[in-house]
C-alpha cells in the first residue's frame, strides 16, 4: 500500500526556522514526484510546489517561489518542506502527496499543522 | 495561468437527492487533466476523479465526471450521509485547484 506519513504538529514564533517532513513507503520513492499542498484555517487548497526524487528536479507555484524549500533524502524516501523566517500568515495545515508524471494527487498525507505564533 | 472557478460555493440537499457540482476553466485544459477530490473535515483530500471521467480505485459508482476543454461537473447521482463535505477540481497539468463547493444538509 502506497503510504505518505508526515512530521507532527508544529508551534513555532514568528522568525523561526521548521523544516517538516514526509515519508513515502509502499512504492518505489524515487520514481514518483512529491509534492506540498497549503491549507488555511478554513480556506481551500494551494499547490506549493514539487520535487521529483530521482534527480531533485525541484518546481515552485509562483505563490510560493522563495519563500519555502522543498528537498529530499532518497535515502531514507523522506521529503521535506523547509521556512527559514516563519510569519503568521504561514500558520495552516500542510499536506504531502505523491503521484507519477501526468497524473493527479494520489495518495495524501496525513497533514501536518504549523502554527505560528508570539 | 489557468484559473479554476467553482460553483455553487455552497449547495445544500438532502441525503437521497442528486448533486451537480461545476468546474469551470479560464482556457481549455489540455489532455483532461481534471480532478475532483472530496474533504471531509478534519481529514485529509481523498481523490474521486481524474482524466475528468475516471473514478479512482474504491469510489463508489454514485460519483461521476463529465466534460472537456473548459467545462467540467461532478454529480452524486444519490447522496449518501457520508458524502456532505467540500469538492475541489484541480487541473493537473500545472497544479490548480478550484476554490472548493461545499454540499451541506439541507
Known amino acids: 500500500e502506497v503510504q505518505l506519513v508526515q512530521s507532527g504538529a508544529e508551534v513555532k514564533k514568528p522568525g523561526e526556522s521548521l523544516k517538516i517532513s514526509c515519508k513515502g513507503s509502499?512504492?518505489?520513492?524515487?520514481?514518483?514526484?512529491i509534492g506540498w499542498v497549503r491549507q488555511m484555517p478554513g480556506k481551500g487548497l494551494e499547490w506549493m510546489g514539487i520535487?521529483?526524487?530521482?534527480?531533485?528536479?525541484?518546481r515552485y507555484s509562483p505563490s510560493f517561489q522563495g519563500q519555502v524549500t522543498i528537498s529530499v533524502d532518497k535515502s531514507i524516501s523522506t521529503a521535506y518542506l523547509q521556512w527559514s523566517s516563519l510569519k503568521a500568515s504561514d500558520t495552516a495545515m500542510y499536506y504531502c502527496?505523491?503521484?507519477?508524471?501526468?497524473?493527479?494527487?494520489?495518495?495524501w498525507g496525513q497533514g501536518t499543522l504549523v502554527t505560528v505564533s508570539s | 495561468e489557468i484559473v479554476l472557478t467553482q460553483s455553487p460555493g455552497t449547495l445544500s440537499l438532502s441525503p437521497g437527492e442528486r448533486a451537480t457540482l461545476s468546474c469551470r476553466a479560464s482556457q481549455s485544459v489540455s489532455s483532461n487533466y481534471l480532478a475532483w477530490y472530496q474533504q471531509k473535515p478534519g481529514q485529509a483530500p481523498r481523490l474521486l476523479i481524474y482524466g475528468a471521467s475516471n473514478r479512482a480505485t474504491g469510489i463508489p459508482d454514485r460519483f461521476s465526471g463529465s466534460g472537456s476543454g473548459t467545462d467540467f461537473t461532478l454529480t452524486i447521482s444519490r447522496l449518501e450521509p457520508e458524502d456532505f463535505a467540500v469538492y475541489y477540481c484541480q487541473q493537473y497539468g500545472t497544479f490548480t485547484f478550484g476554490p472548493g463547493t461545499k454540499v451541506d444538509i439541507k
Open positions: 520535487i521529483y526524487p530521482g534527480d531533485s528536479d525541484t
Open positions: 502527496v505523491t503521484f507519477p508524471g501526468g497524473s493527479p494527487f494520489d495518495p
Open positions: 509502499g512504492y518505489s520513492f524515487t520514481n514518483y514526484w
